[in-house]
């Protein structure tokens, strides 16, 4: 049975480019780059190669402004305790209601256990934000701004282009999450004030485990993993250095075929959602449908759960994913459509379509002949149907 893959905002296929790109690095430049030998130091060389292929994804000025990381969860951690621990007189972060678990938990953790005050803003109906609610939660002693670049649920896209001018206007720290948008969106550093950025290289078809932070020259960085010299003294710990040659060569790909891929994802994401609203009673599209990124759908069914719709869906090997965060144990559905203020029951009923490059107009047509009689089924067993 065929794989239906349509939850590229969990994690992407590796590119088979991505894949010969690194296998030198596994089989015969295996040394540690940091070595002063020849054999270990011509792997230095590579590791810079990839540090300029992720500065250009994202317009940064320098490769010197790029560190790298295991992941986005990293980048994220280490960006607002750097903006904490080099202005220990600030205990004030900004941030929504929406963020990826990874700068929500911090931030509970923050005012837990290290007495960190966090203001979180609300968004409305269609995830979107209040600039002016932004700008009302400023403080003198706000340590830093992070915001998403786009939501991984619904794929709403924030004006990070404005906000980051808001916050630089009153002197105050920026960072955003933009592991959904590298690589699907253009992104021109040179022209936005943004002090920190994180990206993931397994939201654009590098492996798992590296990732990168943007820090902006100029600002003062502390660094979250203490230990050698590597990174610049930024970042201790030996480079992985082939899955930091794979990102290199998935920003490669993913800038050389950036404008083609927005239009074939728009298109099928647009097919994909106009077919299940048009074959399925009682269903809605959560986000906004304005300002989204171009691979992502979410939509809720009415009278299900998302859960039950997952598990015959991948009876004909479709693979998606559901708004609700029971598989990871628990029974609240996904917060970031709670924070829209849509109902429990159809928060619950939501399911989250994510294409990538490698999605096809035939694989579309499969899921929109399979899925609105799995929806039907399911109603008829449903006591609130």
């Known amino acids: 049975m065929k794989t ?6 969990a994690t992407t296929k590796v590119a088979p480019e991505v894949v010969e790109a690194m296998l030198p690095f596994f089989n015969d430049m295996w040394g540690n780059p940091s070595s002063m030998h020849t054999f270990g130091g011509q792997v230095a060389k590579h590791v810079e190669r990839a540090r300029e292929q992720v500065a250009k994804i994202i317009g940064a000025q320098r490769t010197s402004e790029i560190i790298f990381t295991s992941c ?4 994220d951690n280490a960006a607002i305790r750097a903006a904490l621990a080099t202005n220990p007189e600030k205990k004030h972060i900004v941030t929504t209601t929406v963020e990826h678990p990874a700068v929500l938990n911090l931030c509970q953790n923050l005012e837990k256990h290290e007495c960190v005050e966090v203001t979180y803003l609300p968004v409305d109906a269609k995830g979107r934000l209040d600039l002016e609610k932004l700008k009302s939660s400023l403080r003198d ?3 830093i701004v992070s915001i998403m670049w786009a939501n991984n649920e619904t794929g ?5 282009e404005e906000i980051a001018q808001i916050t630089h206007e009153r002197g105050i720290l920026f960072h955003t999450d933009a592991v ?3 690589g699907k969106l253009p992104i021109d550093l040179k022209k936005t004030p943004i002090d920190f950025l994180s990206l993931s290289g397994h939201k654009l078809h590098a492996s798992k485990g590296v990732g990168a932070l943007y820090v902006q020259r100029g600002t003062k960085f502390s660094p979250y993993i203490i230990g050698g010299h590597q990174e610049s003294g930024r970042r201790g710990g030996t480079e992985s250095v082939p899955l930091i ?3 290199g060569a998935a920003c490669e790909l993913a800038m050389n075929s950036m404008e083609v891929e927005r239009a074939h994802l728009a298109r099928l994401r647009d097919k994909l959602e106009a077919g299940i609203l048009e074959k399925v009673r009682r269903v809605t599209v959560n986000g906004d449908r304005e300002n989204r990124l171009p691979n992502t759908t979410n939509t ?9 719709i997952l598990l015959m869906l991948n009876e004909y090997g ?4 559901s708004g609700s965060a029971c598989t990871s144990g628990s029974l609240e559905p996904s917060h970031v459509l709670l924070a829209m203020g849509i109902l429990h029951e159809k928060a619950h009923g939501s399911i989250r379509w994510s294409l990538s490059r490698y999605s096809t107009e035939e694989e579309v047509d499969f899921i929109l002949e399979k899925l609105p009689p799995v929806i039907e089924h399911l109603r008829k067993l449903s006591p609130v149907s």
């Open 4 to 9: 239906i893959y349509v939850d590229n905002n």
């Open 300 to 308: 809720s069914f009415e009278s299900i759960e998302g859960e039950s």
């Open 156 to 160: 709403t896209v924030f004006p990070i």
């Open 180 to 182: 959904q948008v590298v």
């Open 245 to 247: 040659v794979g990102l």
């Open 141 to 143: 002693d706000t340590a």
């Open 72 to 75: 986005g969860t990293e980048s």
């Open 318 to 321: 479709i693979c998606a994913s």
